[in-house]
């Protein structure tokens, strides 16, 4: 079988979708040395994805998110002979010349609209065509896929669910002068609470940030509150609301972290905390439970089905239960330790390896049931 898979936004995203691409990849050339792969990547990416001989890569000139990146990228696939075509940015070129599967990640764009730039509303505004057109929908989480059948009218049998899994690296660390050093390069005190992902809207920090003062104020915390991740659009409110609630340096922005240095910070925090919207399936408290680290997640979309009973589970807009939840999780130690076991079980169920064998097995299931018209083109 020939499958080609839309790689691009490894370049163009580092977090989120092109990590999800990054790590689909690997393991899919871990457990499969048969199929033939074409990743399609931008031809500025020069990012080490797989060695693997029956993996190739292909540098495409059309970039992620073009205004007329449909029509470009199907001039650019044309010459290319494919059994089935994975884009798990959403959207695939327009008229491919073969099936095509693609990957749902969450519909905030369409529950949240105020939360979009211009540019992104225009962009993800084409999912309901891109839904209709698609052979097959993965999506990663059962929530992410009563979230397509209810607002894009797609068919359930049309749909699978596979969920993503925590890197291999994030894992507990038991070399305390280790994980104190990169904790001293961030300038972090021993006790801090940690958010993780990147600073946009539907993440919520403003809730974040007054419940953080609450902690300070009510209850006389000393942690400082560190946040991780780049700065993405609509972020005026949370400068906003830092300045507004005077929290100097309690509050650590810290920028994009590597993973190589995140897997520290997880394990260095006292508690992880992300009290997000909406989250089509909630990677980073995965990657905190895999760490040994308590969590306290919004009760809302797919942080219960991912958690489990694993976290602390909040309304999002409920600034004193997030409070109180915060306040627990740093100060009762009983029930610190029962989550930490209970959310590194919970991580152990998760794997990329199960993610590509059920991957795999969607494109084996839509390539022996192509259209008419395909097999007749080839």
């Known amino acids: 079988m020939r499958i080609g898979i839309d790689a691009r936004l490894v370049y163009y995203h ?6 999800y691409i990054l790590r689909l990849a690997q393991a899919l050339a871990r457990i499969d040395h048969e199929d033939r792969f074409v990743l399609f990547t931008s031809r500025k990416d020069h990012t080490p994805i797989t060695e693997q001989s029956n993996f190739r890569r292909q540098k495409l000139w ?3 998110h073009h205004r007329f990146e449909r029509l470009a990228m199907s001039a650019e696939l044309f010459p290319f002979n494919m059994d089935v075509l994975h884009s798990p940015d959403f959207i695939p070129p327009s008229g491919a010349r073969c099936p095509t599967v693609i990957t749902v990640h969450d519909l905030a764009f369409l529950l949240y609209p105020r939360f979009l730039t211009r540019d992104s509303a225009r962009y993800y505004g084409q999912v309901d065509q891109a839904a209709r057109s698609a052979d097959h929908i993965i999506a990663v989480s059962e929530s992410t896929k009563r979230d397509t059948v209810r607002l ?17 690296l994030f894992t507990p660390i038991t070399n305390e ?45 000393t942690a400082t509150l560190a946040i991780a991740g780049n700065r993405g659009w609509l972020v005026e409110e949370v400068d906003g609301v830092i300045e507004e609630l005077k929290l100097g340096d ?30 089509g ?23 219960p089905e ?17 409070t109180v939840a915060m306040y627990r999780g740093l100060t009762d130690e009983n029930l610190r330790r029962e989550m930490r076991s209970k959310g590194l079980r919970r991580a152990q169920t998760f794997s990329w390896e199960r993610t590509a064998r059920e991957t795999l097995g969607v494109y084996r299931q839509v390539a022996a049931r192509r259209k008419p018209e395909f097999a007749r083109s080839r």
């Open 62 to 64: 059309t970039p992620s």
């Open 306 to 322: 991912v958690v489990g009973d694993a976290g602390w589970l909040i309304n999002p807009e409920d600034v004193e239960g997030l």
């Open 152 to 168: 894009l009218g797609v068919p359930e049998e049309k749909i699978s669910v596979i969920y993503e899994a925590a890197h291999p």
């Open 177 to 221: 002068e280790a994980i104190s050093r990169v904790r001293n390069r961030y300038h972090l005190p021993p006790t801090f609470i940690l958010f993780v992902g990147t600073i946009e809207p539907r993440k919520n920090i403003p809730t974040l940030l007054r419940a953080f003062k609450r902690l300070r104020d009510n209850y006389k915390s």
């Open 281 to 303: 399936f909630g990677l980073t408290p995965l990657e905190a439970m895999a760490c040994g680290t308590p969590v306290v997640v919004s009760n809302t979309s797919s942080l």
């Open 250 to 279: 309690a509050v650590r922005c810290l920028g994009g972290v590597p993973n190589e240095e995140l897997v520290y910070l997880y394990n260095a925090a006292r508690l992880f905390v992300l009290p997000s919207f909406y989250e």
């Open 14 to 19: 580092q977090a989120g979708i092109g990590q």
